[in-house]
């Protein structure tokens, strides 16, 4: 792998944020301005990632044995447990053998020259999550919410234990921020302001709110996020936003990353 790839991890305190649709849109931007980019499913409970970009059912192999290759999806590098656990049925991951899965998943795949990797984290500030999130050498961690208390009450969790580890937080998303109608108005269905105060109170910067986009939900349930990307408007234009916030913020860190040189645990 590169050595200067800059790895991102998309962090949430509760499931069902947002975190991996925010993962993939964020990669397929990314890609589409131009990058290397390549996307872990670290998201074990759930991975989702590989329907998403249409290719749920596909396995990895191996061309020596020892590592997986990725499996590209319009050019970005895709790795998931689903591809290596392609039945239905549910595992239970307790601690160690989480981190450890996660642990071979992102130091025994082939990565291929990459600029960015993005790290879809399971949810939670478990053992798993932060082990990895300092295992991975981190250049920094973005941390996705929805607007309701609920959650931002999990999200300040992980935020303090990012921080506790000197894990740059790069900024929040919030998710599911509002839903604009037909006339054009915006509804603020799950409430508004509380994240302003969030990030004021922690100096973390918000750097993007997202729309309610039903056809979001769509594309990522039949796995043509990609393809119908640029015509999800509104979506392509915040992404590029975030893009453009993320590469200027990232240029000013000082850390290269190398996943080779960590020492790789296969038993
Ligand atoms: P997480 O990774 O946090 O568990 P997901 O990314 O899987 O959450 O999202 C949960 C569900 O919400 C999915 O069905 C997804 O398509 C949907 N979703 C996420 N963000 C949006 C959005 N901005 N607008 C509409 N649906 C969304």
């Given at each position: 792998?590169?050595?200067?790839?800059?790895?991102?991890?998309?962090?949430?305190?509760?499931?069902?944020?947002?975190?991996?649709?925010?993962?993939?849109?964020?990669?397929?931007?990314?890609?589409?301005?131009?990058?290397?980019?390549?996307?872990?499913?670290?998201?074990?409970?759930?991975?989702?990632?590989?329907?998403?970009?249409?290719?749920?059912?596909?396995?990895?192999?191996?061309?020596?044995?020892?590592?997986?290759?990725?499996?590209?999806?319009?050019?970005?590098?895709?790795?998931?447990?689903g591809?290596v656990?392609?039945?239905?049925?549910?595992?239970?991951?307790?601690?160690?053998?989480?981190?450890?899965?996660i642990?071979?998943?992102?130091?025994?795949?082939?990565?291929?020259?990459?600029?960015?990797?993005?790290?879809?984290?399971?949810?939670?500030?478990?053992?798993?999550?932060?082990?990895?999130?300092?295992?991975?050498?981190?250049?920094?961690?973005?941390?996705?919410?929805?607007?309701?208390?609920?959650?931002?009450?999990?999200?300040?969790?992980?935020?303090?234990?990012?921080?506790?580890?000197?894990?740059?937080v790069?900024?929040?998303?919030?998710?599911?921020?509002?839903?604009?109608?037909?006339?054009?108005?915006?509804?603020?269905?799950?409430?508004?302001?509380?994240?302003?105060?969030?990030?004021?109170?922690?100096?973390?910067?918000?750097?993007?709110?997202?729309?309610i986009?039903?056809?979001?939900?769509?594309?990522?349930?039949n796995?043509?996020?990609?393809?119908?990307?640029?015509?999800?408007?509104?979506?392509?234009?915040?992404?590029?936003?975030?893009?453009?916030?993320?590469?200027?913020?990232?240029?000013?860190?000082?850390?290269?990353?190398?996943l080779?040189?960590?020492?790789?645990?296969?038993?």
């Amino acid at each position: 792998m590169k050595t200067n790839t800059k790895i991102i991890a998309i962090a949430s305190g509760k499931g069902g944020v947002g975190k991996s649709t925010v993962s993939s849109n964020l990669a397929i931007s990314l890609s589409k301005s131009g990058s290397r980019v390549g996307l872990l499913d670290a998201d074990i409970y759930g991975p989702s990632i590989p329907r998403i970009f249409g290719v749920s059912g596909q396995s990895v192999t191996s061309r020596d044995g020892k590592s997986f290759e990725p499996i590209e999806s319009n050019g970005i590098q895709l790795m998931s447990i689903g591809f290596v656990q392609t039945n239905n049925d549910a595992m239970i991951w307790r601690g160690p053998m989480l981190s450890q899965a996660i642990n071979q998943l992102l130091f025994q795949t082939n990565w291929n020259d990459l600029e960015y990797l993005i790290i879809d984290l399971p949810p939670g500030t478990g053992d798993a999550q932060l082990t990895i999130s300092q295992k991975a050498n981190l250049t920094g961690t973005i941390l996705v919410t929805t607007p309701q208390n609920i959650s931002l009450i999990d999200v300040e969790k992980s935020l303090i234990a990012f921080r506790k580890l000197d894990i740059e937080v790069l900024g929040l998303i919030e998710n599911m921020s509002y839903f604009t109608d037909d006339s054009g108005k915006d509804h603020h269905i799950f409430g508004k302001g509380n994240i302003d105060d969030f990030s004021e109170k922690h100096g973390v910067e918000l750097i993007s709110n997202l729309p309610i986009l039903p056809d979001l939900t769509k594309y990522s349930d039949n796995g043509t996020l990609f393809d119908e990307f640029e015509n999800l408007s509104v979506l392509n234009k915040k992404y590029e936003e975030i893009t453009d916030y993320l590469k200027t913020r990232i240029s000013k860190i000082d850390k290269t990353d190398s996943l080779d040189t960590i020492p790789v645990v296969t038993e």
